[in-house]
């Protein structure tokens, strides 16, 4: 079934359809209605563990069909499935023993991070309780578990929470041969165990690995911010303020008039670089910055400065537009800070040219 | 109908504020059945009992259809090990059944000071609450403050709520709404 559907390329109409009847293959499914015999254990996803009660034939709209009739042991609600239909529906059989203990520990083992990303989440859930199997269902649970420390869920995902964890008792206590309360104790033994108790923990399953976008997408994306942070924050950053810095430093000593002009180009160079900081690689901002903080010889000890790297780029601007004033005080300056000033009044004029236009026309009415 | 039976001695005071509070919490008149005898075949070698046994050999309490059963005593409950281990037992219910077990052992020292003995009937009314919400289908709840919240968990305080939060209690009304009668 999953082969056809890779095979051909079908529309959207079609993948939709397909989606909810074709299920990928998880541990212990059935493929075929000949695998059931009456009185076997199976289990539906989404709705729980049934039993076969036999095979029926029914005359439908003139068609006589065979059915597979079940009876769900928790309450007792029986379901007809075409026989036709057993190998799409997902069945799969009651999880074995081992199949179990691997999911105590999974559920027991420390948990990354939850997915925040509540569209994605959503996806992943509910094909791991089609698709995923008993570790599918285990992995629901504790994935909004400890989103739950987090915060807490939205009324859609509690119910999906409670639901969730319905299946996995009911799995667990008809694998274990347990009532399903103690079931539940195990399952909250594990995920939250009492205070001083350590879990006699093994290695956990893998996941069970769903197709689909989200999971190809998480962890490259995840890996890339880890790295470029910790890159930033190493090597390229260090350099930008502390050259910054001195650069700021070296122009404050040298003479006003020298520091006009440098201050002039300073502020231009200002601006290109700023923009350049974020993009470029280590191999384009090192090299520069780098031969400045020498000079002063003092910073080695601004090794911890890298935190402040963001808050002094903000601030060169700052100093500068101070220093701006000193040289506009000058005879020289002024003309060449003319130019800007010009452009602000620019539209100033502009402005107050259109504002007497108004009261003009208030004047009128 | 919830009747508690006490399958050892339990101050009036507390039974009284038990019934009151099982009231308040499910909408169900509450009353106390009698004392019965501690079934002593459930007990274990160790001298615990077992948890499973001792609510199956519990003497039986003329009840009506829907009505729940709660046994209280003070011996130690013994669960059946688990993969990782046997979860401390305060109690056993069967999960949407009629009849839950409650026992005190684990509790604080009832103690004689007001506030020592308001702590022990708050708990006992917690641990109520909890077992007869799974005899209403309730699962575990991941909040520390809903009555539902694992008894062991190392979140839960000293002295817990014993009130069920908002989605148990909706479970909980919705399951007793559909009850037979």
């Known amino acids: ?365 | 109908m919830i009747r508690i039976v006490t399958l050892a001695p339990f101050d009036e005071g507390d039974i009284g504020f038990l019934c009151k509070t099982l009231y308040r919490s499910f909408g169900i008149g509450t009353e106390h059945q009698g004392d019965r005898a501690l079934p002593r075949k459930a007990e274990l070698p160790d001298g615990r009992f077992d948890a499973l046994k001792l609510l199956d050999d519990a003497p039986p309490v003329r009840a009506y259809a829907d009505d729940k059963v709660v046994y209280l005593t003070d011996v130690e409950l013994a669960n059946p090990k688990g993969p990782l281990g046997e979860p401390p037992a305060w109690g056993h219910a069967l999960q949407g059944g009629e009849r839950a077990l409650v026992s005190t052992f684990r509790f604080k020292p009832r103690g004689v000071t007001e506030a020592s003995i308001e702590v022990y009937r708050r708990r006992l009314a917690r641990e109520c609450i909890h077992f007869i919400g799974h005899l209403w289908d309730l699962h575990h709840c991941y909040d520390a403050r809903c009555a539902m919240h694992p008894s062991w968990s190392p979140s839960l305080p000293d002295d817990p709520e014993f009130e069920l939060d908002a989605f148990c209690r909706d479970k909980s009304e919705r399951r007793i709404r559909l009850a037979k009668t």
């Open chain 1, 1 to 365: 079934m999953v082969t056809v559907g890779a095979v051909r390329t079908p529309g959207k109409r079609e993948r939709a359809e397909k989606k909810e009847e074709e299920v990928p293959s998880a541990g212990g499914t059935i493929a075929a209605s000949s695998d059931l015999k009456a009185g076997d254990r199976v289990v539906y996803p989404k709705q729980g563990v049934y039993r076969v009660t036999g095979l029926e034939q029914k005359d439908i709209a003139g068609q006589r069909l065979e059915f597979v009739r079940m009876t769900r042991e928790e309450d007792g609600a029986s379901v007809l499935v075409p026989l036709g239909k057993v190998a799409t529906i997902g069945l799969r059989r009651v999880a074995s023993a081992d199949d179990i203990e691997g999911v105590f520990h999974y559920l027991g083992a420390s948990y990354d991070d939850p997915e925040l990303d509540w569209k994605v989440r959503h996806r992943d859930n509910v094909e791991r309780l089609i698709a995923g199997g008993v570790l599918g269902v285990a992995e629901v649970v504790k994935g909004l578990h400890s989103l739950s420390r987090l915060r807490p869920l939205p009324a859609k995902e509690r119910e999906l929470y409670d639901s969730s964890r319905h299946l996995l008792v009911n799995e667990i206590s008809v694998a274990l041969g347990v009532p399903a309360v103690i079931a539940e104790d195990y399952i909250d033994y594990a995920l939250m165990p009492p205070a001083g108790v350590k879990l006699p923990l093994k290695t956990p399953p893998t996941p069970v690995e769903l197709k689909g976008p989200p999971w190809k997408r998480k962890k490259p994306v995840a890996a890339e911010d880890e790295d470029d942070l910790g890159l930033a924050e190493l090597g390229i950053d260090l350099g930008a303020i502390e050259g910054a810095a001195v650069g700021e430093s070296e122009e404050s000593e040298e003479g006003e008039a020298e520091g006009e002009k440098a201050s002039a180009e300073g502020s231009e160079e200002e601006a290109v670089p700023l923009p350049k900081v974020p993009p470029p690689a280590r191999a384009a901002m090192p090299p520069p910055r780098v031969a400045p903080l020498p000079k002063k010889g003092a910073p080695p000890a601004k090794a911890p400065a890298p935190v402040k790297k963001a808050a002094p780029p903000a601030k060169k601007p700052a100093p500068r537009a101070k220093k701006a004033p000193p040289p506009a005080k000058k005879p020289a300056p002024p003309a060449k800070k003319a130019p800007p000033p010009a452009k602000k009044p620019a539209p100033k004029k502009a402005a107050p040219a259109k504002k007497p236009a108004r009261p003009a026309k208030g004047k009128k009415k």
